[in-house]
């Protein structure tokens, strides 16, 4: 085969399976929506110490986010990359590639894991000592130093997973993620996520949390904001406990937000979910997207 021709046809195939999710949806938004509204869960009353508490925030209408232009992938931009800085052992590494693939099932789009960056990427200068006497790293330099310089052509949005603690400005004692929309940038930090019992880490609930945080970030890539709407995986955090509290499951508006924007099959991608959660054994994610499926079996009684 000529090498153009070669060519041509290894295209076609990207182009068809390449595609994750991303196929025309089975359903509309209008009849899948106000049923999956019906299991969203109020939020509470907001306490001292919770994000909203200290970041009165209005939240963001599935109408605003519709006409704020959001960032969507097209044909030159589509992919996310996942940046692994650190010294990371096979536990770490692990849980990283598991996270690059709730991403892809996540967002439908081909997500790809980048060969890793060491610590000494860290200048001194950007570094502190944390409230446990750990390093930790001054997040906007990851973004405007380390990852904006590095955005591979087709990337849509580029994630760095660090193992150090970060800070966002010197006022703050961490923060577990930061994203920049504007260079499509982020970064989440293992340090705080990272469950042990013994030193040994608790896998199970170390990705439970882990994929909560980078979905988080990356949903902000595509202009979703913090949600008030109810609980929900974009509620902003302030602490871990609140992180814990979160499900690994958005709000019908949020999906909706989602669904609309990266044009993805609902239930190809419940079905992907589910096949996920049910390996890695999430049980608290996964009865939320039965819950979700049951719920909304008269538009697909297949699933
Ligand atoms: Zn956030
Ligand atoms: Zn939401």
Redesign the pocket.
Known sequence: MKPFRLLSYLLFILMVFGGCNQRKPSVTLEALIPLLAQNDQALGVTQPGDWLFHHPEKGQTFDQYKRCNPVSPDEERSVIYIQPIGDFDDTCNALIKHTAEYIQIFFGLRTVVLKNLGNDIFPDTITRRGEYNDTQVYAPYILNEILAKRMPRDAITLMALTEKDLYPNPDWNFVFGLANLRKSVGVTSLYRLLEKQDDRIDKTRSLERLIKVASHEISHMFTIHH?T??V?T?NGSNSLPETDQKPNR??S??TAKLLWNLKIDPFVRMEKLRNFYAKHHLTGALSLLEADINITKPLNPSL
């Open positions: 949600c709407h109810a929900c974009m958005l709000c508006q949020c």
